[in-house]
């Protein structure tokens, strides 16, 4: 069983910054693919971005050039840089591993871009 624990939520302006973090349980992340998603109410959860063992990173195309993905193997960690927050990014987002074909969710973490 692996946990992942999301922090670094939070309220922001249109325009600003945020970075999240989620650590997993096990000494064996580097194995992982890394993802995050988002999910708003009444849509259905959707891939913002995924870091693979080999750490090649991909986006959704709405946060391509504001978003980047990295992980910290060392840290059993990997973090969502946002930049240049928009309105339409709120959601609550979570953190997503996958490894021997076995998948795992953190929580969730609210993010709300508002003025």
């Known amino acids: 069983q692996v946990q992942l624990v999301e922090s670094g939520g939070g309220l922001v302006q249109p325009g600003g910054s945020l970075r999240l973090s989620c650590a997993a349980s096990?000494?064996?992340?580097?194995?992982?693919?890394m993802a995050w998603y988002r999910q708003v109410p009444e849509k259905q959860r959707e891939l913002v971005a995924i870091?693979?063992?080999?750490?090649?990173?991909d986006y959704a195309d709405s946060v391509k050039g504001r978003f980047t993905i990295s992980r910290d193997n060392a840290k059993n960690t990997v973090f969502l840089q946002m930049n240049n927050l928009k309105p339409e990014d709120t959601g609550v987002y979570y953190c997503?591993?996958?490894?021997?074909?076995?998948?795992?969710w953190g929580q969730g973490t609210q993010v709300t871009v508002s003025s």
């Open positions: 997503y591993a996958e490894v021997f074909r076995r998948q795992y």
């Open positions: 096990r000494s064996t992340f580097s194995l992982y693919d």
């Open positions: 870091i693979t063992s080999g750490s090649r990173a």
